[in-house]
């Protein structure tokens, strides 16, 4: 243990899981140790170096607006703030016009939540099961996983769990209570699980039959990571309410709720504020962002590279009994095993390589959308690396 990670475990409250790797530096799809090391980086955070590490255009915004001002509470307008707005809103589904600003993606779905509520007039939310919306107490209540859920109770009322992937279940328990139905267009954290084609369509309309609003939480699928610019598109469906962060500000926190106009003004003064949302140097960096994203084309490269990977994923899952799935799109993306990949992580990294994961069994890729095909092609080798090592051992 070095001495970050021994400050880190002398005076921090053990919140994470951690590895033991001290990163101190990144740039693009790399990121380097304490002791120099090099890591391909295959987890950018949980996806939100989207843009790649320390990016150019994001580090140049950071400055300039830390030299200008870095502070300005809600209470006034900005500029930093007013043009990050009208960037965001002209990329936003046709139809969401107004976005209310906050520090994180949980901080997002709550918004998200108090918008439904109070528009509605009613109290039910629908979330969906597997689903993963953050760890605040309201974006927790319409999280699934009872690790998360059972130490912490008793969590909020009125929420209730459908069948991902099943209107039928959905129909079941949407009534005239319900304020709206939550759900993720490409579930994250559960092991990246892609919806039947026709599945939100079926959702959207029966929302619209029982006065319900459709949130959908696109903080991990948003911002070109599935191959489109939002994941929602892949099935032409438009939500009432979106949620996004992660990627958003190119590696500051930011997040938003993005609705229509009328479900907007439903919202009073003073109803939902937030001392940091909004602040001119993430507002800064997040405008420098969107700009890369469009400029660049992230969402053409993420489809076009996302392609390369599942192709690749596939082979290697072929090639390999311990496989059990690959799934996703562009690149959001998951490989399933039959093993705890626990020890597969680490000699990952060992190998100069970084994962995320979903759980104890699955593989999880959410690489920065400007990852260089030689790094993918690289990441690609050492995991079957590992997985072909780990077959090794259980056969002896």
Known sequence: MNH???????????????FPLSIIRGKGSLVWDADGKEYIDFMTGIGVALVGHSNDAVVKAINEQAAK?????????????????????????????????ANSGTESVEAAIK???RH????????????????????????????????????????????????????QLLDSDTAAVLAEPVQGESGIFVPPSDYFNQVRELCDQRGALLIMDEIQSGLGRTGKMWASEHWGVVPDIMTVSKGLGGGLPIGAAITTDEVALSLKGGEHTSTFAGNPLSCAAASAALDFITQ????????????????????????????????????????????????????????GVIFAYSGRDTFRFLPALVIEEGQM????????????????????
């Open 69 to 101: 001002l870095i502070t300005c509470h809600g209470t006034f307008y900005n500029d930093s703030r007013a043009e990050f707005m009208e960037r965001l809103i002209k990329i936003a589904p046709n139809g969401l016009n107004k976005a209310i600003l």
């Open 377 to 396: 092609s690289r990441g690609l080798e050492v995991l079957s690396q590992v997985i072909g090592e780990e077959e090794a051992k259980r056969l002896q």
């Open 120 to 171: 509605t007039a009613r109290k039910k939310i629908i979330s969906m099961k597997g689903a993963f919306h953050g760890k605040t107490y309201g974006a927790l209540s319409a999280t699934w996983n009872k690790k998360y859920r059972d130490p912490f109770g008793p969590l909020l009322e009125g929420f209730e769990f459908a069948e991902y992937g099943d209107p039928a279940s959905l129909a």
């Open 296 to 351: 660049n084309n992230l969402p053409g490269q993420a489809k076009e590279k996302g392609e390369k990977m599942k192709t690749g994923l596939s082979k290697i899952a072929s090639e390999h009994k311990l496989v059990k799935d690959v799934r996703g799109l562009g690149l959001m993306l998951a490989m399933q095993t039959r093993v705890d990949i626990h020890s597969q992580l680490l000699s990952a990294e060992a190998k």
């Open 115 to 117: 918008l439904a509520r």
């Open 4 to 18: 970050i990670q021994e400050t880190e475990e002398a005076f921090g409250v053990p919140a994470f899981k951690k």
